[in-house]
Structures are given as C-alpha cells and as structure tokens.
C-alpha cells in the first residue's frame, strides 16, 4: 500500500502540531510496512522532491491564501505525480482551494481520498472557530455569516458593522473580483470569496472516503460540512514515540522543591491565551512560584509586545525561546504545573499528553480539544479568564507548599502515534 499525505503543514518547514503528526503517522505507518510520501504545498522556492527527517517530500506549487485559487498549472502537475506515483490513497491534512484541485486531479485518476481535521483554520475563515470572537460556532461555512464575523474582526468588534461590511462586499467584491484589483479584493471580497469556498469545501469533504475528527467538537463541524455520512471518524492525536523515548532517557524530573514553576510551552500567539495566564500568575502572591513561557520568537509590536511588558512587570516571568524535543523536555521535567490556556478551539493539543507523560500537573480551559482526557487526568479553568488562572494557581501553589510537591499528573497509559497509525491502517482498509 502506498499513501501521499498533502499537506500545507510540512515537517520539513517548520515544527507545529500538525507537522509532528503527520511525520508520526508516516513513520507508523512505514512501520507497518506502507509507503509513504509527503506532498507539501508551498511557495518555498526549491527544487522538485527533497528528502526530510528519512521521509521523501514531493512539492506542489500554492499560492499565497487557501482562499487563493490554485496557481496556473497545478491541476497538470499533481496529475503528473500521480500518475507517476501511482499511490492506493490521498491523505489530506490541511484544506484550501489548491487541496481541492488536487482532490478533483486524485479523484479523476480513481483513486481514494481522506482528509483529518487538524485545526478550525480549515473550516474558519477567522481561523478560531469562534462566532464574532467570542463562543464556539457550528463550523458550518455560510457565506452571509462568515463574511460577517471575518468583517467584524477587521472593524474592531462592532457586529453590526461586521454585518453591513458583509453586505458591501457581496457587491464590491464582485467589482474587485472583475477588475482583478488584488488589493481592493483581498479588503472587499470576503462573501465571494466564502461563497467559493463554502461550495468547495463541501464537494471536498463528500469526495472522501473517509474524515477523521481529532477532536469532538469537530465531528459535527464536518458533518455540517458535507462529509459523507457515516464516513466520519473520532480519531484523537497520539504521543510522538519520539517524544516517549526521549523522554525515557532523559533522566528524573527536575523540580528542585524551592521553586513552584508554572509552564507554558507552544506557539506564542493570541489565540493560544498567553496573556492570560501571564496576568493570573502576576496576581499570584508567593514569591516562590516562577513562571516560564517557552516558545518565545523575540518582542516586537502587537501582541509579541504585550507579552514583553508583562514579563518586564514581574521578574518571576520568564520568556524562553523556543527549543529543540530534548530541551523541550527537559522543560516539561522542571515544571510543577502546565498550563494551556487556549481561547480558540483546538484539536489537542499535544502538550496535554506530553505534559501527563512527563508526569507534570496539566491545567488547561474548556477550548482544549481533548477535554476528556483533562477533565479525568488534570484541571479545567472556567472560566478562561486571567482572574480565574490566578485562582487556580493559587490553589496549586499552596497545595504544593502544604505537601512539598507531589502535584504531578497521571503520566500512566496514554494514546501513541503508533496507535493512530494502526487505527489508519484500518480505515484505509475500507472498499479494498
């Protein structure tokens, strides 16, 4: 059997969740003896097909937005692959116009698709998957909606100006779109824009064979989609094996016992909620906690900013830059709590099970996609708010302080990658 993965999210460009993933799913996957490719769109200039971490990496040419329409060429291209590859599947695991002119090239050459849901971004043009930025919505792409919430962020928060923004644009940008006005389209054409990507989207999802929901929340976000019936699956992520062995030789944790650490490890952005539990922990009366957040890319303006002058405000807050797995490992042993305070709607992440396997103390808000693993093995902070971490560190401070440590959390049997690859193998066993 033979599988390309395409992607957008490619481990050969950078390290985020979706990217470990799929490199773990291949390696399971080759495991079980499959061959596999990765199919990595992108506009990174290079050559054909490279080589990354052992895994081949063809390349497809995209544009700039999934929104974009697939660049002159590409339909002839992936068929020219495909052709030449001649793989049993097509594995999607990120969405945009250019996957579904590929999907349209994969299906003419009478060959399966299916698609895992990694990230709201795939369905959200707000890329949060939160109604006007606030409470989670359904999912389902519609275009007089969509283009309404994408409005009101760029407005400021005024909804109804989000609505009377979607209304100008159902004309204007049907004038940018004729006048091939890049700049003017890209401010005006959001309900043409989510039109087609709406009628996209659902011809997509009911073209493959199979969808994979890593988390709840997104199972009725691809049925509401158009993905076929009965063909959706709940999937969750799985511990990298990488992630275990290293771990494994990595030595006892290292908490020292005079220190309370607080952690935060991943992407340093917005929607991850840093803010939030910078500010709780700055309301955190003992000077024995520390707080860390790793994944620092440098200060700059906007959010990057703020986050800088929090830390500068309370000298128990420390910035890290980001680090490779054995560091990012050694940080997971130093910390007495993990916190992922997330304000949109993930999928995992994969912190919370690399967190309980290292034995750390996970906390984490209701947007965590694997809600039930850390309702049962760690703490839910609701509401997500910087007051609401304060309370909730608080508490955990001074259980630490009445016991002396001994917070930690259940590091015991967790989902791998190589369980993944094995419920894989036997989706992909479907119709053959």
Sequence with gaps: MKILHVTEYCHAGSTGGTERYVLDLVRGLEGAGVENAVVWLTNVEGGAEMVSEGVRVLRLPAPAM?????????????????????????????FGLSEAEVAEAARAE???????????????????????GKE??????????????QSEERLGGLKALGYAAAAVSGAVGWAAMGLGATKLRRRTAFFHDNRVYRAALREFLGGCAFTVACAEWSVGVLKRNGAREGGVVHAPQGLSVDFLNGLAVAGPATRNGETFCVGYLGRVTEVKGVHLLMEGFMMVEDP???????????????????????????????????TDQAGTIREYLGFDVLGIPSTWLETGPLTLFEGLAAGVRVLGSERVGQI????????????????????????EVAEWGRGGGGNGGDGGLLRTSVDVAKEMLGLYGMGS
Excluded: Q
């Design 110 to 132: 009478g060959i399966r698709c299916a698609y895992t849901h990694h990230s709201p971004a795939w369905t959200c043009r707000r890329e949060t998957g939160l109604l006007f």
């Design 372 to 395: 039930g693993v850390l309702r049962e093995r760690g703490g839910v902070v609701a509401p997500n708010t910087a007051e609401a971490w304060a309370g909730a560190l608080r508490r």
């Design 288 to 322: 024995r906690a520390r707080l860390r957040v790793v994944g620092w890319e440098g200060a700059g303006d906007g959010y990057a900013g703020r986050l800088a002058e929090l830390a500068a405000r309370d000298a128990r807050i420390t910035l890290v830059p980001k």
């Design 136 to 149: 989670p919505c359904d999912g389902e792409v519609r275009a007089w909606r969509c283009s309404a919430c």
């Design 66 to 94: 999934r929104v974009d329409g697939a660049v002159v060429g590409l339909r002839e291209k992936a068929e020219r692959m495909l052709r030449a590859e001649r793989p049993d599947w097509v594995h999607f695991h990120t």
